[in-house]
């Protein structure tokens, strides 16, 4: 069993910045294939950014070049720093794992997020930017 918690949510107004964390419990958080998805009312989940174990990243193209994923393996922990951020980046963001990833799998875990029988989801953290 695995457990992740969000944080680093917040409001701010656009142009602003956040950083997201996710803290995993598990003793071989190194391994795991992580991403950040998000779900604005009304609208369907969609995926943000993931990394691999080799430090691979994708993003999506809305994101891409605002926002920086990471993560501090001595930390168990998983970050998405946010920059210049818009309105329509509000949404309840989420932070899931893969713990038994599949190679290659960086090319369509956004796409194709975890289900529960093979993944772990956070709560989530709302993030809410005013124009």
């Known amino acids: 069993q695995v457990h992740l918690v969000e944080s680093g949510g917040g409001s701010v107004q656009a142009g602003g910045s956040l950083r997201l964390s996710c803290a995993a419990s598990g003793s071989t958080f190194s391994t795991y294939v992580m991403g950040w998805y998000r779900q604005a009312p009304g609208k369907e989940r969609e995926g943000v950014a993931a990394?691999?174990?080799?430090?691979?990243?994708d993003y999506a193209d809305s994101v891409k070049g605002r926002f920086t994923i990471s993560k501090d393996n001595a930390e168990s922990t998983l970050i998405l720093q946010m920059n210049n951020l818009k309105p329509e980046d509000t949404a309840m963001y989420y932070c899931?794992?893969?713990?038994?990833?599949?190679?290659?799998?960086?090319?369509?875990?956004?796409?194709?997020?975890?289900?529960?029988?093979?993944?772990?989801w956070g709560q989530g953290t709302q993030v809410t930017v005013s124009s």
């Open positions: 990394i691999d174990n080799n430090g691979r990243t």
């Open positions: 899931a794992a893969d713990v038994t990833p599949v190679p290659n799998e960086i090319n369509w875990i956004l796409l194709h997020p975890p289900r529960p029988d093979w993944g772990y």
